[in-house]
């Protein structure tokens, strides 16, 4: 299946074509009712996909980088796995929203380059829904954003 996305990255009309087809994937081998994807700017993160637009807008930001998860995910690059309503309460200001939503379990994969953090995959779904081996699963699609993050970064520097 990463192959196929391989394939997509090549076509026009990137990156929401890209982004769509990823939903679709990820939706499939690994399971989320809500996926958002972020890049790294400074000390925020920023929304640059979200299969729930109403709720999470696309270029929403928020302030993670001097958080207890912006250290576990964006400093030491480690996957975060929140099985249950405390944990994703430990890890994001706005759990009030998330648990709202029924959405009590999450995984967020830091996206690496060049041993830099540009970016997470987050993955949330109904608690106790994800496991270890759905972080596996999902580790495995965070090199193909590399393109995509690297010029979301790009487009930001060059609007400020």
């Not at 996206?111 to 999902?138: C, M, P, R, S």
């Amino acid at each position: 299946m990463t192959e196929d996305l391989i394939e997509l990255l090549a076509e026009p009309g990137q990156p929401n074509f890209f982004f769509d087809a990823l939903d679709t994937a990820l939706a499939t081998r690994v399971g989320h009712r809500l996926l958002t994807l972020l890049y790294k700017d400074g000390d925020e993160v920023a929304r640059v996909y979200s299969n729930m637009p109403d709720v999470y807008p696309v270029f929403g930001r928020k302030p993670m980088g001097m958080t207890p998860w912006g250290d576990l995910v964006l400093r030491r690059q480690q996957p975060f796995l929140g099985r249950d309503r405390e944990a994703v309460r430990w890890a994001f200001f706005d759990h009030e929203l998330i648990a709202s939503l029924g959405l009590n379990s999450a995984i967020n994969i830091p996206v690496v380059y060049n041993g830099e953090t540009i970016g997470t995959i987050n993955l949330l779904h109904e608690e106790f829904f994800y496991a270890e081996k759905h972080v596996q699963l999902a580790r495995q699609f965070a090199p193909l954003l590399i393109p995509a993050f690297l010029e979301a970064r790009r487009a930001g520097t060059s609007k400020a």
